[in-house]
Protein backbone atom coordinates (compact mmCIF):
# COMPACT_ATOMS: atom_id res chain seq x y z
CA UNK A 1 0.00 0.00 0.00
CA UNK A 2 1.32 3.28 -0.56
CA UNK A 3 -0.18 6.47 1.71
CA UNK A 4 -0.11 9.60 0.15
CA UNK A 5 -1.91 13.23 0.30
CA UNK A 6 -2.93 15.27 -2.15
CA UNK A 7 -3.33 19.67 -1.83
CA UNK A 8 -4.20 22.10 -3.56
CA UNK A 9 -7.17 25.02 -4.75
CA UNK A 10 -10.12 23.76 -6.12
CA UNK A 11 -10.22 22.61 -9.30
CA UNK A 12 -6.61 21.46 -9.09
CA UNK A 13 -7.66 17.89 -9.92
CA UNK A 14 -7.09 16.20 -6.70
CA UNK A 15 -10.24 14.26 -6.86
CA UNK A 16 -9.65 12.85 -10.52
CA UNK A 17 -5.61 12.50 -9.73
CA UNK A 18 -6.66 10.88 -6.59
CA UNK A 19 -8.54 8.02 -8.38
CA UNK A 20 -5.98 7.57 -11.02
CA UNK A 21 -3.09 6.95 -8.59
CA UNK A 22 -4.84 4.75 -6.39
CA UNK A 23 -5.81 2.71 -10.01
CA UNK A 24 -1.86 2.93 -11.28
CA UNK A 25 -0.63 1.90 -7.38
CA UNK A 26 -3.21 -0.67 -6.89
CA UNK A 27 -4.41 1.07 -3.40
CA UNK A 28 -7.23 2.77 -2.23
CA UNK A 29 -8.36 6.25 -2.77
CA UNK A 30 -10.28 8.86 0.20
CA UNK A 31 -11.79 12.02 -0.35
CA UNK A 32 -12.10 14.25 2.11
CA UNK A 33 -14.60 15.88 0.66
CA UNK A 34 -17.03 13.50 0.51
CA UNK A 35 -15.79 11.69 3.76
CA UNK A 36 -17.43 15.12 5.39
CA UNK A 37 -20.39 14.95 3.14
CA UNK A 38 -21.17 10.83 3.96
CA UNK A 39 -20.82 11.81 7.59
CA UNK A 40 -22.55 15.11 7.49
CA UNK A 41 -25.41 13.19 5.67
CA UNK A 42 -25.36 16.37 3.34
CA UNK A 43 -23.74 18.32 0.94
CA UNK A 44 -21.00 20.44 1.71
CA UNK A 45 -22.58 23.16 0.03
CA UNK A 46 -25.99 22.84 2.09
CA UNK A 47 -24.00 22.36 5.49
CA UNK A 48 -22.22 25.40 4.46
CA UNK A 49 -24.91 28.27 3.75
CA UNK A 50 -26.83 26.76 7.25
CA UNK A 51 -23.81 26.06 9.33
CA UNK A 52 -21.52 28.62 8.03
CA UNK A 53 -17.68 28.36 7.17
CA UNK A 54 -16.12 28.34 10.79
CA UNK A 55 -18.60 25.10 11.45
CA UNK A 56 -17.48 23.81 8.42
CA UNK A 57 -13.43 23.92 8.95
CA UNK A 58 -14.21 22.52 12.69
CA UNK A 59 -15.42 19.44 11.50
CA UNK A 60 -12.77 19.14 8.27
CA UNK A 61 -10.06 19.34 10.61
CA UNK A 62 -11.58 16.56 12.82
CA UNK A 63 -12.52 14.23 9.65
CA UNK A 64 -8.59 15.36 8.68
CA UNK A 65 -7.00 13.66 12.05
CA UNK A 66 -9.45 10.72 11.34
CA UNK A 67 -7.91 9.98 8.04
CA UNK A 68 -4.45 11.72 7.90
CA UNK A 69 -2.96 8.62 8.55
CA UNK A 70 -4.27 5.65 6.97
CA UNK A 71 -2.61 3.77 4.17
CA UNK A 72 -4.62 5.56 0.96
CA UNK A 73 -3.90 8.36 -1.24
CA UNK A 74 -6.22 11.22 0.59
CA UNK A 75 -7.22 13.84 -1.65
CA UNK A 76 -8.40 16.85 0.70
CA UNK A 77 -10.51 20.22 0.27
CA UNK A 78 -8.85 23.38 -0.74
CA UNK A 79 -9.27 24.95 2.07
CA UNK A 80 -7.59 22.28 4.10
CA UNK A 81 -4.48 24.33 5.12
CA UNK A 82 -6.17 27.42 6.27
CA UNK A 83 -6.13 25.80 9.72
CA UNK A 84 -2.24 25.78 11.53
CA UNK A 85 -3.00 22.74 13.26
CA UNK A 86 -4.40 20.99 10.20
CA UNK A 87 -1.07 21.79 8.65
CA UNK A 88 0.25 20.05 11.40
CA UNK A 89 -1.33 16.97 11.18
CA UNK A 90 -0.53 17.15 7.28
CA UNK A 91 3.02 17.34 8.13
CA UNK A 92 2.85 14.77 11.16
CA UNK A 93 1.10 12.38 8.62
CA UNK A 94 4.04 10.70 7.69
CA UNK A 95 2.76 10.75 3.78
CA UNK A 96 4.34 12.65 0.95
CA UNK A 97 2.31 15.76 0.91
CA UNK A 98 2.02 16.51 -2.66
CA UNK A 99 0.66 20.19 -3.84
CA UNK A 100 -1.06 20.10 -7.17
CA UNK A 101 -0.58 24.15 -8.43
CA UNK A 102 -3.20 25.83 -10.70
CA UNK A 103 -3.03 29.16 -12.07
CA UNK A 104 -5.98 30.98 -10.74
CA UNK A 105 -6.89 32.06 -14.35
CA UNK A 106 -7.18 27.92 -14.72
CA UNK A 107 -8.72 27.57 -11.79
CA UNK A 108 -11.40 30.16 -13.14
CA UNK A 109 -12.18 28.33 -16.13
CA UNK A 110 -12.43 24.75 -14.98
CA UNK A 111 -14.95 25.76 -12.14
CA UNK A 112 -17.18 28.52 -13.99
CA UNK A 113 -21.01 28.06 -13.21
CA UNK A 114 -20.13 24.83 -10.55
CA UNK A 115 -22.44 25.57 -8.07
CA UNK A 116 -20.96 22.62 -5.91
CA UNK A 117 -18.10 25.53 -4.62
CA UNK A 118 -19.83 27.30 -1.61
CA UNK A 119 -16.72 29.53 -1.34
CA UNK A 120 -15.97 30.33 -4.87
CA UNK A 121 -19.87 31.14 -5.33
CA UNK A 122 -19.40 33.91 -2.65
CA UNK A 123 -16.22 35.51 -4.05
CA UNK A 124 -15.66 37.90 -6.87
CA UNK A 125 -12.85 37.85 -9.17
CA UNK A 126 -10.47 40.07 -6.97
CA UNK A 127 -10.94 38.52 -3.59
CA UNK A 128 -10.92 35.45 -5.27
CA UNK A 129 -7.27 35.94 -6.45
CA UNK A 130 -6.42 37.36 -3.29
CA UNK A 131 -7.46 34.07 -1.52
CA UNK A 132 -5.71 32.04 -4.23
CA UNK A 133 -2.38 34.57 -3.50
CA UNK A 134 -3.28 33.95 0.48
CA UNK A 135 -2.97 30.34 0.37
CA UNK A 136 0.03 29.43 -2.42
CA UNK A 137 2.37 29.88 0.53
CA UNK A 138 0.38 27.93 3.09
CA UNK A 139 0.24 24.68 0.55
CA UNK A 140 3.89 25.47 -0.26
CA UNK A 141 4.70 25.23 3.08
CA UNK A 142 2.93 21.69 3.73
CA UNK A 143 4.06 20.02 0.87
CA UNK A 144 7.07 17.47 0.16
CA UNK A 145 6.80 18.50 -3.48
CA UNK A 146 4.72 20.45 -6.06
CA UNK A 147 3.30 19.64 -9.53
CA UNK A 148 2.24 22.83 -11.75
CA UNK A 149 -0.67 21.08 -13.04
CA UNK A 150 -2.07 23.89 -15.67
CA UNK A 151 -0.81 22.17 -18.86
CA UNK A 152 -1.04 18.05 -18.17
CA UNK A 153 -4.17 16.44 -18.48
CA UNK A 154 -4.67 14.07 -15.23
CA UNK A 155 -2.91 11.32 -16.79
CA UNK A 156 0.46 13.24 -16.70
CA UNK A 157 0.49 14.34 -13.75
CA UNK A 158 -0.36 10.81 -12.10
CA UNK A 159 2.83 9.81 -14.05
CA UNK A 160 4.95 12.65 -12.45
CA UNK A 161 4.20 12.32 -9.25
CA UNK A 162 4.97 8.16 -9.80
CA UNK A 163 8.24 9.34 -11.61
CA UNK A 164 9.36 11.59 -7.89
CA UNK A 165 8.22 8.94 -5.45
C1 LIG B 1 -13.08 24.47 -0.21
C2 LIG B 1 -12.86 23.53 -1.19
C3 LIG B 1 -13.76 22.39 -1.40
C4 LIG B 1 -14.54 22.04 -0.14
C5 LIG B 1 -15.19 23.25 0.43
C6 LIG B 1 -14.22 24.38 0.74
C7 LIG B 1 -12.12 25.60 -0.08
O1 LIG B 1 -13.00 21.27 -1.82
O2 LIG B 1 -13.70 21.46 0.83
O3 LIG B 1 -16.15 23.68 -0.51
O4 LIG B 1 -12.13 26.29 0.95
O5 LIG B 1 -11.31 25.80 -1.01
P1 LIG B 1 -12.32 21.11 -3.29
O6 LIG B 1 -10.96 21.70 -3.21
O7 LIG B 1 -12.29 19.64 -3.48
O8 LIG B 1 -13.21 21.82 -4.25
Known sequence: MT????????GAGKTTVGAQL????NTYQRDLDQVIEQQLG???????A??????????????????????????????????AQNRDILKQSGAPVI???????????????????PLLNQ??????????????????AVADFTI???KLTPTEITEQIINQL
Open 123 to 140: LDRESFLDLWQYREPLYQ
Open 42 to 48: ESIGSFF
Open 99 to 117: YLKTQPEAILQRLRGNLDR
Open 50 to 83: REGEPAFRLFETKMLRENAALDVILSTGGGIVMQ
Open 22 to 25: ALAL
Open 148 to 150: VTD
Open 3 to 10: QIILVGFM
